[in-house]
């Protein structure tokens, strides 16, 4: 009897994770009925996170917090049954998509909702924190999130500042002396997306805070912003974040929780994938299937594809990636992916793909052709 695994992300603004999984495994079972196929629920460490460790079992906590502006939003974390590891989805507090379009500005929006589920997390006795930075609102160097914990940021008139993306210039001084006790030996992780710096032309601010809704005159000034703050966050622990990779995640919470909690910066998909065991699910597969809703040079740079791949290579088990979208094909077949194979027909209108039960289908028949030629 065949075994297929299937670990696809998200196709982001169509399908859930799960949902693409759902639709892959009925285009398997089209063409081997009796197949077994093995489907986890996957992310890099942005939406989706929680989900993904669903397995880990534990105790989901719901908490009213500050979102990315002023308004409060309901958000979740997971602590594990030993009481001891809080998995934290930033996005769930901090995300981009609890801010409407017209109101998206990385001046304003703050990461300070992440920080007030960390602080609850330690106060329940977790000591270990595991945070996923994917899909950020935010561009506020981790001030937020540290105000939370804290943490004080004062002006020139030793005024506390709120930690909001246009703080950061106006920062002088840090104030650790109210910092969460919690914080001397507490571990954390972080799960990046991204393994940007912290500033500069490949920093958080030039190369993510224009999907946030920034001008480039605000992105100028984001840029100098975390300069300015990777200077005072290494006065204040004496930790230099400016090249570190992954510190410019989530608009430089990576970079935060590196100088001031020690973080562990790491790859979000290696990290989820140890967690549910991705090793031991995947023996004696004979095919594993992943995907993303838009495949391209860019797959192989630490997204959840790149970290199947990684992981079925090191098994030795032959992978496929499918994608709504396909570019640079060439690169991902010498990546190592034995097929490539875009699910949206070429004359269908993005629009018309992207509704749910459109692109569902064409998962479907995906796979179809994929076995097909699998086969031959």
């Known amino acids: 009897m065949r ?31 009796r197949a077994e196929t093995l489907c986890i629920p996957i992310a890099d460490g942005g939406e989706g996170m929680l989900d993904a460790l669903s397995t880990l079992g534990g105790q989901e906590v719901h908490l009213r917090v500050q979102g990315p502006l002023n308004d409060k939003v309901e958000a979740r974390y997971l602590i594990t049954a030993d009481r001891q590891t809080a998995y934290i989805e930033m996005a769930s507090a901090s995300g981009l998509t609890l801010v409407p379009e017209n109101l998206r500005t990385p001046l304003q929006t703050t990461t300070r909702g992440t920080g007030e589920l960390m602080r609850d997390a330690l106060d329940r006795g977790c000591r270990r924190l595991v945070v996923g930075l994917g899909g950020s609102a935010t561009n506020d160097g981790g001030m937020g999130m540290l105000s939370a914990l804290g943490i004080r940021f004062l002006d020139r008139q030793g005024k506390e500042l709120e930690g909001r993306g246009k703080d950061m210039t106006a920062t002088v001084r840090i104030d650790t002396s109210l910092a969460h006790p919690a914080l001397k030996t507490a571990r954390c992780t972080a799960a990046c997306d991204v393994r940007n710096p912290f500033y500069g032309t490949e920093g958080a601010a030039c190369i993510f805070a224009p999907q946030k809704g920034a ?6 000034l984001l840029d100098q912003g ?22 410019g995640a989530a608009g430089g919470l990576g970079g935060a929780l590196a100088a001031f909690l020690h973080a562990d910066l790491r790859p979000g998909i290696s990290l989820l994938l140890e967690a549910n065991g991705f090793q031991d699910k995947i023996k004696g597969a004979d095919l594993i299937i992943t995907g993303e809703g838009r495949a391209d040079r860019q797959t192989l740079m630490g997204k959840v594809p790149a970290g199947v791949l990684h992981e079925a290579v090191r098994a030795g088990i032959p992978i496929a990636l499918i994608a709504g979208q396909i570019a640079n094909e060439e690169e991902l077949h010498a990546a190592g992916f034995y097929h490539v194979c875009a699910t949206t027909p070429q004359d269908m209108p993005l629009c018309v793909a992207m509704q749910k039960h459109t692109a569902q289908e064409n998962i479907r028949q995906a796979m179809e052709q994929l076995l097909k030629n699998w086969n031959k």
Not at 15 to 27: H, V
Not at 226 to 244: E, S, V, W
Request: hydrophobic share 40%; no cysteine; aromatic share 6%.
């Open 3 to 33: 075994k297929f695994v299937l670990a696809i992300d998200s196709f982001k603004g169509s399908l859930t994770s799960t949902e693409a999984e759902t639709a892959a495994r009925e285009g398997i079972l089209r063409i081997y009925p």
């Open 215 to 220: 001008t480039p005159d605000d992105v100028q």
């Open 226 to 247: 975390l300069q300015h703050l990777a200077q005072l966050y290494q006065q204040a622990t004496g930790i230099d974040i400016a090249t570190l990779p992954g510190a």
